[in-house]
């Protein structure tokens, strides 16, 4: 059978990753980057991700975007944007930023999970608990990390993220609602007063990586401006389908214990 190709991208110089940043994200379980985009390419998905969030609440796709109000005041989240509108491609399918996944997990290969357009409304939008990625995602192999990309500086003033440092070394826990939230210190045992978070501020363009396992939270938006990031999602290729329901796996014919694969889950980075 022959190897899935890789899609077809604008040809960029690698992300000069250093030994010290792929150590510090082994070891906290995240690392921020700056400068992973330039101003042009910010503004460009500044522009698309307003033309697709009117576009798709237009349509109200199913399971595409949240309808549920008490969700939204956390924060309003569209996935697989790069399906539907052809502009997101070079920056989802970007090998640039997957290599950075690959060599930061330490893998041949690696994978598309899925895009997710995360944007908290000015003034009312509500803190996002602390959790972790991995309990929701229908994987049985830990490893798949998330791209967090800033499309605005962010800080405690707009939503910033916050991580607690070498959390994904506890595995993966029982998710918690981020509606109705849980403490998720109480559910792994820890005191917050022994495990201080670490604020994450970014100017627009750069991001952070993290671990599915890591704890994070992104404070509310108290400025008068929507914070959008956008966040990408990968997975080393190899990890398997456990089954779970999903919105991203949901008629997809994956079979349970079988490795993800196909058009929607594209090999983006190798070694």
């Known amino acids: 059978m022959p190897k899935e190709a890789l899609p077809p991208m604008p040809v960029r110089k690698p992300y000069p990753l250093s030994k010290e940043q792929i150590r510090l994200y082994r070891e906290n379980g995240f690392v921020a980057l700056p400068d992973v985009l330039e101003r042009e390419e910010v503004r460009a998905l500044r522009r698309i991700l307003t033309g697709a969030v009117r576009d798709r609440k237009r349509k109200h796709a199913d399971g595409l975007i949240q309808t549920n109000p008490r969700y939204e005041k956390v924060f309003a989240q569209m996935v697989n944007l790069w399906e539907d509108y052809e502009e997101f491609r070079p920056f989802i399918l970007n090998s640039r930023l ?4 690959r060599r930061l997990v330490g893998c041949r290969s690696i994978r598309l999970w899925h895009d997710h357009a995360l944007i908290k409304p000015p003034f009312d939008g509500a803190p996002t608990p602390w959790h972790q990625d991995f309990p929701y995602w229908p994987m049985k192999e830990p490893g798949a990390l ?3 990309l800033a499309l605005d500086d962010v800080d405690e003033s707009n939503g910033c993220m916050s991580f607690v440092p070498g959390t994904h070394r506890l595995g993966a826990l029982a998710p918690v609602s981020l509606t109705h939230p ?31 396992n890591t704890f994070h939270h992104a404070g509310p938006n108290r400025s008068a401006k929507p914070r959008r990031a956008l966040a990408i999602i990968y997975m080393p290729a190899g990890v398997t389908y456990d089954g779970k329901p999903h919105c991203v796996t949901d008629g997809c014919g994956l079979r349970v214990g079988g490795r993800f694969s196909g058009k929607r889950f594209p090999v983006l980075a190798r070694s």
């Open 98 to 101: 997957a290599d950075i996944a």
């Open 146 to 148: 998330s791209c967090w």
């Open 182 to 212: 849980s403490s998720l210190f109480k559910v792994a045992g820890l005191d917050r007063r022994e495990h201080r978070p670490t604020i994450v501020r970014l100017k627009a363009g750069s991001c952070t990586f993290h671990d599915g």
